[in-house]
């Protein structure tokens, strides 16, 4: 059994090593901030003085602080903007502050980093023996501590790059919501400059695992779960899991720390999940936000993605064209905006399938699709798993020439083509003696074929090597379904692509059908489906 994520070291009393008290001395100074509306001291609950005191009261035996990163994974709510915000008051004018510090708060976008920004100069001009040693400059989302000449800014992801920085502390806020790795990239690189430096991500759940965002979190996970040993990093995951029962107050009591200290407002919870019982999307969102499950980029999606994620055992292609083992390739060629999709289909034994896909996207927009879909095209180009073509279009000549030479290299009985954009290959093709066919992409047609490859993954008899982009088109599926219970796949939204499981489909349904041995019971292919 997968061992759990969960922080128990939060609740269990557990000692925290404290050799030379530096997680008491952050205890108290920010037990002795002020909160910016009541004046009040700073609520700082336990399971939150528990992880200011993991961060800073380890050493090594040199004095130096064992944690370097902290990955705070909580829902909405839960106050870890306020949180954060103290540990960036505890750097920029406590204890913890070097002369010429640099503090920064970076987000997603500029009001976000707004939000970070607020917290911290509230918290700072509500002590009457801070606020007049500070300045803010609201204009440039910064405060300043000229007496040590260490300084709080406030970043956003979309505002350039912002290389030359040297921060001793980086708190990267809600970075599930980053469309782009730059900024991520740059800031990592400049907190190695300087010893003792922290890096503090605060975050909810987000949708798929194409963004630095799940990278993040499931090498956290890791470490949590004691796969991976990194005491440098520090995870602090408050999740539910998947297949949990999310109307379940127990579970929200869980995953929510501050619901036992008053906060997210239960009664609104509640709400919230009333109207999440009636409407999926509302469900949906409960979920991620509320309860902090990590979502597939569909709201109705096509299969679990955990469910299609066991198939990722390797498809050794080499051992295919040894053997000639029997192909069959479906091909799903694209717009200007879309992928083009070569998905080649072996059967697996009786009832299963293996499969292993080409993408073709054009070299000129690589960045340009990767800065829109926030998913890292250029990157799969560069580690093989998109094939890019010269010009700002997909070149079919180099489609048609991979085809070509998996015809040469496999065994592949049938070529099987969306006739949308394919008339004049197909008819080459054909005009070569090549076994193409039309496929065409109506209910009748694609329908049975949908539930074969449904059927396939849920029974765990699908095979696809875990390539990235053929699990992004996957993950990017909703269905739609007619009034006899048909399904068919569309987008969820229109920059995610799903050519790969369409062409997927397509071959798998040929593979089926093939000589009459279908996979399945089920007398869904005819020949009148396809035309040859």
């Not at 407002?265 to 949906?284: F, M």
């Amino acid at each position: 059994m997968t061992r759990s994520t969960f922080p128990d070291w939060i609740y269990d009393g557990s000692e925290i090593p404290d050799p030379l008290g530096h997680g008491e001395r952050a205890v108290k100074f920010l037990k002795m901030l002020r909160h910016p509306k009541s004046g009040k001291p700073f609520q700082l609950d336990l399971w939150q003085e528990r992880i200011v005191r993991r961060i800073y009261g380890p050493r090594h035996e040199n004095g130096t602080r064992v944690v370097k990163t902290v990955v705070i994974l909580v829902p909405r709510g839960n106050r870890k903007t306020s949180l954060a915000a103290a540990l960036e008051a505890l750097h920029t004018v406590g204890p913890e502050r070097v002369p010429g510090g640099e503090v920064i708060t970076s987000a997603s976008d500029r009001k976000q980093a707004r939000i970070a920004y607020e917290e911290l100069r509230g918290l700072l001009t509500a002590h009457p023996k801070i606020a007049p040693h500070i300045r803010c400059l609201d204009y440039r989302n910064r405060i300043t501590f000229p007496k040590e000449r260490s300084f709080c800014e406030a970043i956003s992801a979309d505002a350039g790059t912002q290389h030359g920085r040297t921060p001793v502390f980086v708190l990267a806020d809600e970075l599930h919501a980053w469309k782009k790795r730059e900024l991520w990239d740059v800031l990592r690189s400049g907190l190695v400059k300087t010893p003792g430096s922290l890096l503090v991500v605060a975050t909810t759940a987000g949708r798929g695992q194409e963004n630095v965002a799940w990278e993040i979190v499931d090498d956290a996970r890791k470490i949590a779960r004691g796969e991976v040993d990194d005491p440098s990093i520090l995870p602090v995951l408050f999740e539910a899991d998947r297949d949990c029962d999310w109307q379940d107050e127990e579970v929200w009591f869980k995953v929510n720390p501050g619901l036992r200290h008053g906060y997210p407002d239960i009664e609104g919870l509640r709400q919230l999940a009333k109207e999440g019982a009636r409407r999926i999307g509302d469900r949906e969102a409960f979920r991620q936000l509320n309860l902090n499950i990590w979502l597939d980029h569909a709201t109705d999606p096509f299969v679990e993605m955990p469910v299609y994620d066991e198939g990722a055992g390797t498809v050794d292609l080499a051992d295919l064209e040894a053997t000639q083992a029997p192909c069959w390739l479906g091909v799903d060629l694209s717009s200007n905006n879309d992928l083009t999709a070569v998905v080649a289909a072996w059967r697996d034994g009786q009832d299963g399938y293996q499969v292993h896909p080409w993408f073709f996207c054009p070299e000129e927009t690589l960045q340009i699709r990767q800065d829109l879909a926030g998913v890292p095209y250029v990157t799969w180009s560069e580690d093989g798993h998109i094939i890019p073509t010269q010009g700002n279009v997909v070149d079919f000549r180099a489609v048609e020439d991979q085809i070509r030479e998996l015809c040469a290299r496999f065994n592949v009985r049938e070529i099987a083509f969306d006739p949308h954009l394919a008339r004049n290959m197909l008819n080459d093709l054909l005009e070569d003696g090549f076994p193409a066919v039309e496929f065409r992409q109506g209910w009748v047609s694609m329908a049975p074929a949908v539930k074969e490859l449904e059927r396939a993954i849920v029974g765990r008899r699908f095979r696809h090597g875990g390539h990235p982009v053929l699990r992004w088109n996957f993950a990017n599926i909703e269905v739609r379904t007619d009034s006899a219970g048909n399904r068919a796949f569309h987008k969820g939204k229109s920059k995610d692509k799903i050519d790969g499981a369409v062409a997927a489909a397509m071959a798998v349904a040929r593979a089926a059908a093939d000589e009459g041995g279908l996979a399945t019971s089920a007398d869904w292919f005819t020949d009148d489906m396809f035309i040859a």
